[in-house]
């Protein structure tokens, strides 16, 4: 860490031929030639790694016009002009010219600037870029920075921890004696019966999980509707208590955040929003604001969140806490204050993993009361603790869309089949011509659910889609639907023109390992379509 000077700004480093020796007796057995071409110029100069191994591009989150193009982690040269023609054009248009999630320095967190953080990470992600890029692979160093309220709690029920963003969450509960570590492998990993018995007990019966890593922005001010109504797809003239699922759209109607508002009062909202994207999605508003009498807020860290899913999660909740939480009292789509335990929350009518639940948002000086107060009432109900691994398992058997992989600022909503949560009529709003064109023409793509009929193999993204014998596009996302008996997969499919029966009438097969495995296609959720069982 003392050894390069502050000044030390595209040098070099002295020579250091025993080091390098080996790899090039290694480059002469391979390229025998090397051995009588003798060395021009010994360049030894360091590389710049990032925590996640992806180069940083973009517009500055803290700063205006200030671009960064930087941290290209040794493959800067085969990133170059791509990277420059996408920095050019958004630069120009003021728009993303493709999707840059996976590089746009608005993913990165501020703690992330650390300089004592950065020497840990790096020191593992330089060793990772080519690396066998395993799925569910998780970082070792520089861990534990970022923790719910309730992680102690968790670890103490056998949590395995994951991280995103700094955030340590569970992604599976491991059993007694189990060791708590991943076993990784591009087929079923150690987990995968861990995750399958989550999974069953949200569809079955009841189980619970920390969401407390989500972003939660709040926005308020006597513009807070106009401003929203301005930002999002949906309508935000909504009475108090109402949450809005929606999007917030770029100029090409592209979505660029994936969220759900809840209206707090007459002046106040809270915008819930991934994890990973919280920084960008406020970055998002801020720069939006222009004459709007609006104050935004992260108060992420000021709540914990528990999720309480499954059929039997009413009754838990009904034990622990006098409030009503029938339909007629708290609906689909609402939010209600309750009493809790001898504490006090506020409660979300909502689901990402397709089953009767309810968001539990708690202050944190009384997360840990609440937590011990759910998991001791759901002792003689069968309560199972459930991870992150769980909810995406859940989630794709439910065809529900996850932001940065089935949907990005390439998509429009109407092609992703979100068009539902777009209100075009509802007055001037950013995308709104892009969307109102689409659906007018008609979807130039169809996002479709596929499930593996051999229920063997896995699925994870990318795999290729083909459409009666011919590759027509690729999987956004997968995972396996322990529901449904096979391995579930989204993705699009050209169909300009084309009938939504027209489409289903083909023969589908995803391409996996090099093996071509047929799949069933669907444009509804396979598991439980007209969503009975969240409305129960």
């Not at 309730?150 to 670890?155: D, V």
């Not at 130039?444 to 659910?449: D, F, N």
């Not at 009929?453 to 990318?462: C, K, M």
């Not at 995972?479 to 449904?484: D, K, P, V």
């Given at each position: ?9 595209f040098?070099?480093l ?8 080996p ?6 057995n ?11 110029t010994?360049f ?17 989150p ?5 671009w960064?193009?930087?941290?290209f982690?040794s493959i800067g040269i085969q990133?170059?002009?791509g990277?420059?023609?996408a ?8 728009e ?5 999630g996976?590089?746009?320095i608005a993913?990165?967190q501020?703690?992330?600037?650390n300089?004592h953080?950065?020497f840990?990470?790096s ?11 395993f ?14 309220p ?6 103490e029920q056998?949590?395995v921890?994951g991280?995103i963003a700094?955030?340590e969450r569970?992604n ?20 995968f019966e861990?995750s399958?018995r989550?999974?069953r007990?949200v569809?079955?019966?009841?189980g ?8 939660k ?5 006597r513009d807070?509707?106009?401003?929203l109504n301005r930002?999002?797809g949906a309508e935000?003239?909504?009475?108090v208590g109402?949450i809005?699922y ?13 969220v759900?508002?809840t ?6 909202y809270l915008?819930?929003t991934p994890?990973?994207?919280?920084l960008?999605?406020?970055t998002?508003l801020?720069?939006h604001?222009n004459d709007f009498?609006?104050?935004?807020t ?12 499954g059929?039997n ?7 622990v806490s006098?409030?009503d939480?029938s ?9 209600q ?7 006090l ?5 909502v689901t990402y993993?397709g089953?009767?639940g309810?968001?539990v948002y708690?202050s944190?000086d009384?997360?840990g009361?609440v937590?011990?107060t759910?998991h ?5 109900m069968g309560l199972?603790l459930c ?5 995406d ?10 932001f940065?992989?089935d949907?990005t600022?390439e998509d429009?909503?109407?092609d ?5 949560a777009v209100k ?5 709003f950013?995308?709104?011509?892009a969307v109102a ?6 979807p ?6 596929f499930?593996l ?10 795999e290729p889609?083909?459409r009666?014998?011919?590759v027509?596009?690729?999987l956004?996302?997968g ?6 008996g096979g ?7 050209p169909?300009?023109?084309e009938k939504p029966a ?6 589908y097969?995803?391409e ?5 495995i047929?799949a069933?296609?669907?444009?509804k959720?396979?598991?439980d379509?007209?969503s009975?069982?969240v409305?129960a």
């Open positions: 860490m003392g050894g390069i000077p502050e000044s030390f700004e040098d070099q002295p020579e250091d031929f025993d080091h390098f020796e790899i090039l007796e290694a480059a002469v391979r390229l025998p030639m090397l051995a009588e071409a003798g060395i021009h010994f030894n100069g360091p590389e710049s790694f990032t925590p996640d191994d992806a180069y940083h591009l973009g517009l500055a803290e700063m205006e016009n200030v960064v193009a930087a941290g982690n990133s170059a002009g990277a420059g023609m920095l050019a054009e958004w630069m120009d248009s003021g993303k010219p493709f999707d840059l996976d590089v746009d993913r990165m501020p703690f992330q600037g300089r953080y950065l840990e990470r020191k593992e992600t330089l060793g990772l870029l080519y690396a066998d890029h799925p569910y692979r998780q970082k070792a160093t520089a861990r534990g920075i970022r923790r719910a309730f992680h102690a709690h968790l670890l056998g949590a921890m991280e700094g955030w569970a599976w509960f491991a059993d007694p004696g189990q060791e708590r570590a991943y076993e990784y492998s591009w087929k079923r990993q150690n987990w861990n399958a989550e999974h007990a569809r079955e019966n009841v619970m999980y920390d969401m407390s890593s989500f972003g922005i709040r926005i308020e001010g807070a509707e106009a401003f930002m999002c935000m003239r909504v009475p109402k809005v929606t999007q917030m759209l770029n100029t090409n109607g592209g979505i660029e955040a994936d759900t508002v209206r707090l009062s007459e002046t106040a915008m819930v994890a990973a994207t919280r960008a999605d406020e998002r801020r720069r604001v009498n609006v104050v935004i992260d108060v992420t860290s000021a709540e914990g969140v528990l999720a309480v899913m059929p999660a009413r009754r838990l909740l009904q034990k006098p409030n939480f339909n007629a009292a708290n609906p689909f789509g609402t939010a204050e309750i009493e809790i335990g001898m504490g929350a506020r409660v979300h009518r993993v089953e009767l309810w968001e708690v944190s009384m997360a009361h937590f011990e759910l001791a009432a759901g002792q003689e199972k991870g992150m691994h769980m909810m398992s859940c989630r794709i058997e439910k065809g529900f869309r996850h940065g992989h949907i600022p429009n909503p109407v992703a089949g979100l068009g539902f075009v009529d509802k007055g001037d950013i995308g709104r011509t064109t689409r659906k007018e023409s008609g130039k793509m169809r996002m479709l659910q499930r009929t051999d229920p063997e193999p896995l699925l994870y993204h990318a889609i083909l009666d014998g011919e027509v596009g690729y956004t996302s995972n396996y639907g322990h529901t449904l391995a579930i997969g989204l993705g699009y499919v169909c300009e023109g027209e489409v289903l009438a083909s023969t097969e995803i996996v390992a090099g093996t071509r047929r069933e296609a669907s444009l959720p396979m598991y379509p007209t009975e069982r409305k």
